[in-house]
């Protein structure tokens, strides 16, 4: 009862603590809608398949399932055999996805999808797709292509395989997408089989057939029917869709952090400025206990109101952020909305936990204000810090000064995260060492000013400061935050950007490198054009093999073959010690390891040594890598800058060092960029929201003292030029302590990209960006405060005209 009374009576002093709930409840609930629906999803083309069998999944470096293993030929052919026995099995079908690409007049149609494009007839089959017109392939230089491509049947189409460009004829034409060639050609280009479809009848109950499809395949695999069928999902997809589950987690984050410090600033400031009511509430007999249960009772209230209207604009917001991951190449194109209970209940959830999680510590404050407060007739703060503020703050400084150490040494893939860390533990220091620093800051701005302007606005601003630390302090902590995630993540990108180019440019000094140009990757026929050889070049030819792991089962890994007779060694493999501690392999051991047509052989580790990107982890000969991968693509060829290629097929093109090294950064800068971007907008947001509540109960409380100023002969301008300048200096100071505590972990993170690059790194900011921020804390403080006072100043002269 008491805290719904304290809400009606100092909604004002909670609104923006209200706010940060809702926001932050709705950018939570957003993600998690979001983040449930984007799980995997049935290909188009196998849902005519009604059951699917799948080959045993290897484990990956990091323990959890990964690839499928894939089936030989020969035992795909036995599999299949045995489960078209099966009652009810109207088509058994043998599937198979491989590179196919057409070319139309001479330039390649650039898809995503192109690495499983193509498919051997049968599995038209598993698809809702028919023919338009013409007919299926009946020998290998026949295809069926898409309607939408162009060709009509009996004309021809290029198409570029692994092995290079070859004309076909289109025997026919389909309304789906896909290349569709003779089975027999199907399995010369991909012999292994990660997937056998059944067509059921039309009377027959699923189930029933899936259990009788069990019992035929025994322990060679699996059987799945329903969603499970999207286990079989393209490569491309899949990591689209852990690239937005990144961002949604990364904006999740953010959103839990600064919700928390805004309602725990909020209610830090609300509790100071009700400390006479509190010691009202002591001297009439309030125990410790009930003023606790108060104000977390005040902080549930609005966590549950916060969090209910948080709800719903999550799911308004829900499509918006689907459109922006879209926007971003994020998630699959048929990325579908699905609101389901869970996501907003959790949603609510979080938002009173978080609530209440802020206000815990104005809850301790609150309750060691002694009863003699109410009967003080000024509110002057006789201990800016307490013990626990204490000691939290030098916690976190200890913390972010250590992380800073830290990310000057730390490995390159935490660097950033450490940083990013430092910087979060010494943006909390700074809100909460604010009471003990700002006072001395405050007069060192302001005493100058008044000794040179000397007017009654500088020195009250300048008294207001000093003697209000703890409320200066709940002030300036949003714009800490803003600017100290503006400076973080703004220098973050910006110095990535300088470091990594100049890193690989340096490394490729002297080499030109030839790339794919609207290609899935290099052919066959591109490596030969760039005369790429056993020495002086570099032509890696990526794969996925299979190898038995240290602790049992099959763990996958990435292999590449080689050229250079320096590791290319018929019936050899060299190894870097990382993957050789992963298989538990030593230099002169024999393993069996199984490659892409499923088929295994015997290699000897000829070699085990220190990780090297450019070698590879796990090195094959590429003749043999070609022969168990026969639609394998190279990625890039290096070659030395005076042997660069002249004439290339098209498809390839050939770039110097920093141009390939400026391109490949720009494909991830692009999301990361991004992602700063939609953090610092949430970030600056919750901050100005935090500001401008904050001036504003300021600017409320300090109603009757304004009014005083007035009766004493201050006009209105001096009366609002004292507030917009005590706003102006807040703002200030917070920026300060903003971009002094995100400096130190900025310059750590150049000196180890430096170190490790071996190039001049030095700190990079993005001084729009801090500026812009700034600027905007600036704005947003100042609105409120010119608002709440001119409506006090308008109040108290009408009511002065009424006497």
Do not use: C
């Given at each position: 009862m008491l805290a719904a009374a304290n809400l009606r009576t100092h909604w004002r002093s909670f609104l923006a603590a209200l706010l940060a709930t809702t926001f932050g409840v709705a950018v939570i609930s957003a993600t998690l809608i979001v983040y449930d629906s984007s799980r995997p999803v049935v290909q188009p083309r196998l849902e005519g398949a009604d059951v699917l069998v799948l080959p045993a999944q290897a484990d990956n470096e990091f323990g959890n399932e990964s690839d499928l293993i894939p089936w030989s030929a020969d035992g795909a052919r036995q599999i299949a055999a045995d489960l078209g026995g099966v009652?009810?099995?109207?088509?058994?079908v043998t599937?198979?996805?491989?590179?196919?690409?057409?070319?139309?007049?001479g330039v390649p149609i650039e898809d995503e999808g192109a690495q499983d494009a193509g498919h051997g007839w049968s599995s038209a089959l598993l698809s809702p797709y028919r023919l338009t017109a013409g007919v299926a392939p009946a020998n290998p230089d026949q295809v069926v292509v898409p309607s939408s491509l162009g060709p009509t049947a009996g004309e021809s189409v290029t198409v570029n395989l692994a092995a290079g460009l070859k004309s076909f004829t289109v025997s026919g034409t389909m309304d789906g997408p896909g290349i569709y060639f003779t089975d027999d050609r199907a399995e010369q280009l991909d012999p292994g089989v990660r997937a056998i479809g059944i067509v059921a009848a039309s009377d027959v109950r699923i189930d029933d057939l899936e259990t009788t499809a069990e019992e035929r395949l025994g322990d060679r695999g699996r059987v799945v029917t329903g969603i499970d069928r999207a286990a079989l999902e393209p490569e491309f997809v899949s990591h689209r869709r852990n690239l937005g589950n990144q961002l949604i987690v990364a904006m999740s984050t953010i959103g839990l952090f600064t919700t928390v410090f805004v309602v725990g600033s909020t209610f830090s400031l609300a509790t100071a400025e009700r400390r006479r009511e509190i010691g009202l509430l002591r001297t009439v007999g309030a125990a410790t206990g009930q003023v606790r249960r108060m104000v977390l009772g005040?902080?549930?209230a609005i966590g549950l109101i916060g969090g209910l209207v948080g709800a719903a604009l999550g799911v308004a917001a829900a499509p918006a952020l689907r459109a922006?991951?879209?926007n971003l190449d994020v998630q699959p194109p048929d990325f579908r909305i699905q609101i389901s209970a869970w996501p907003l209940t959790l949603a609510v959830g979080i938002g009173i936990f978080v609530a209440v999680i802020g206000a815990w510590a104005a809850a301790g404050s609150a309750t060691r204000v002694a009863p003699m407060e109410a009967l003080l007739a000024a509110a002057v703060e006789r201990r800016p810090m307490t013990p626990l503020r204490w000691t939290a703050a030098l916690v976190a400084l200890a913390g972010g000064s250590g992380a800073t150490v830290l990310t000057t040494t730390a490995a390159t893939d935490s660097r950033v995260n450490i940083a990013v860390g430092a910087a979060m533990l010494l943006i909390l220091a700074a809100a909460l060492l604010a009471p003990v620093v700002i006072g001395p800051i405050s007069w060192t701005v302001t005493a100058p000013l008044a000794s040179r302007?000397?007017?009654a606005?500088?020195?009250?601003v300048g008294a207001e400061l000093t003697t209000g630390t703890r409320r200066a302090a709940a002030t300036a902590a949003p714009v800490i935050a803003a600017v100290g995630f503006a400076v973080l993540l703004s220098g973050i990108v910006q110095t990535m950007a300088v470091a990594y180019p100049a890193q690989q440019t340096e490394q490729l000094r002297g080499l030109a490198l030839v790339t794919p140009d609207g290609t899935a990757g290099l052919s066959d026929q591109v490596v030969a054009e760039t005369g790429a050889g056993p020495v002086g070049t570099r032509a890696g030819l990526p794969t996925r093999v299979f190898v038995p792991g240290e602790h049992g089962g099959v763990t996958v890994v990435d292999a590449v073959g080689s050229l250079d007779e320096r590791y290319a060694a018929p019936g050899r493999a060299v190894l870097d010690e990382a993957t050789a501690g992963l298989l538990g392999a030593q230099s002169g051991e024999t393993m069996s390891v199984t490659f892409a047509d499923g088929k295994s052989e015997s290699v000897v580790v000829w070699q085990v040594l220190p990780l090297d990107p450019a070698r590879?982890?796990?090195v094959l000969p590429r003749d043999l890598v070609r022969e168990h991968d026969p639609s394998a693509l190279t990625d890039t060829v290096f070659v030395p800058q005076d042997r660069a290629p002249t004439h290339l097929t098209v498809g390839a093109r050939v770039e110097d060092a920093y141009s390939f090294a400026l391109q490949d950064y720009r494909v991830d800068a692009r999301l990361t960029n991004w992602l700063a971007a939609v953090l610092i907008i949430m970030a600056v947001g919750y901050s100005g929201l935090a500001v401008a509540n904050s001036m504003a109960m300021s600017a409320y409380r300090r109603r009757l003292d304004t009014a005083v100023l007035k009766m004493s002969g201050g006009t209105d301008r001096q009366l609002m030029s004292m507030a917009v300048g005590e706003t102006a200096v807040v703002v200030l100071i917070g920026s300060a302590l903003g971009l002094i505590v995100t400096v130190p972990p900025l310059l750590?993170?150049?000196?180890?990209?430096?170190?490790?690059?071996?190039t001049q790194v030095g700190l990079q900011i993005e001084w729009s960006t801090v500026l812009g921020v700034i600027a905007g804390c600036f704005a947003l403080a100042s609105a409120a405060t010119v608002a709440v006072t001119r409506r006090g100043l308008r109040t108290r002269s009408g009511t002065s005209s009424a006497v």
């Open positions: 009652p009810g099995a109207e088509a058994v599937d198979r996805s491989f590179y196919a690409q057409p070319f139309i007049d005040e902080a549930a922006l991951l879209l302007f000397p007017s606005a500088a020195m009250l590879g982890p796990f750590a993170m150049a000196a180890g990209l430096s170190r490790v690059t071996e």
